[in-house]
């Protein structure tokens, strides 16, 4: 059974800052991972998909890494805004089966201006 | 094409009501999923389809909860005598392809169950 682990569970930054939030997922055979953000009260937004066979994506201030053979994947902020306060999501989907998605408890983050 | 789409966005029922929800994915998207998520939890899977077929159920999908996907479309998710520990937020989402697609989320309804 797959389980997925974010650490840290809250993280509070002063704004500029970079950072990094940490995903770790027992089942390394996995079709892709996807991080997502969340505001209060609302859906999930897609914000990177890394396939299996990739290292790395990149969207904007985003860079997310993953590494199938330790199990880790990672998300990189640069220059941190408050806006980017929201709390972050990695799911990883399975790679037998009907590819089940399974989802961390997530790291909520706050930049404060 | 918005996106995934979701209604009610909000619902609040007394317990042993009936409830119904509905979610329209992407259209060309030929997987839905949908989810349940507690405050400070990630989302839960509870059911997936592929197409008009219902090919998995999570053991958290009691004979109380029913989802249904006819012609491949809209997909609706039905509580039935609903209790208080069924307050939470309902995520549906869709994807496209034999796997490895991207998965598009909508805003999800909250029910709430007093």
């Known amino acids: 059974k797959q389980e997925v682990t974010q650490i840290p569970a809250a993280l509070s930054v002063p704004e500029g800052e970079n950072l990094v939030l940490n995903c770790s997922f027992t089942?390394?055979?996995?079709?892709?991972l996807q991080w997502f953000r969340q505001d209060p009260g609302k859906g999930l937004t897609s914000l990177l998909l890394i396939q299996s066979s990739q290292r790395e994506q990149t969207s904007g201030r985003l860079n997310a890494s993953l590494d199938k053979s330790s199990g880790r994947s990672t998300l990189y902020i640069a220059a941190s805004q408050p806006g980017d306060s929201a709390t972050y999501l990695c799911a990883a989907r399975g790679s037998g089966g009907y590819q089940k998605v399974t989802f961390g408890t997530g790291t909520k983050l706050q930049v404060i201006p | 094409d918005t996106g995934v789409s979701q209604n009610p966005r909000h619902k609040i029922t007394k317990r042993g009501q009936n409830v119904t929800f509905r979610c329209d994915p992407i259209?060309?998207?030929?997987?839905l999923y949908w989810y349940r998520q507690t405050l400070g939890q990630g989302p839960e899977f509870l059911t997936y389809?592929?197409?008009?077929?219902?090919?998995?159920k999570s053991r958290l999908l009691s004979d109380r909860f029913s989802a249904e996907r006819p012609k491949g479309s809209f997909s609706t998710l039905e509580i039935q005598r609903t209790e208080q520990g069924d307050s939470a937020m309902y995520l549906c989402?869709?994807?496209?392809?034999?796997?490895?697609?991207?998965?598009?989320f909508g805003q999800g309804t909250r029910l709430t169950v007093v």
């Open positions: 259209s060309e998207h030929n997987r």
């Open positions: 089942d390394s055979a996995i079709y892709n």
């Open positions: 989402a869709s994807s496209l392809g034999v796997g490895g697609g991207e998965a598009f």
């Open positions: 389809f592929q197409n008009e077929a219902q090919l998995e």
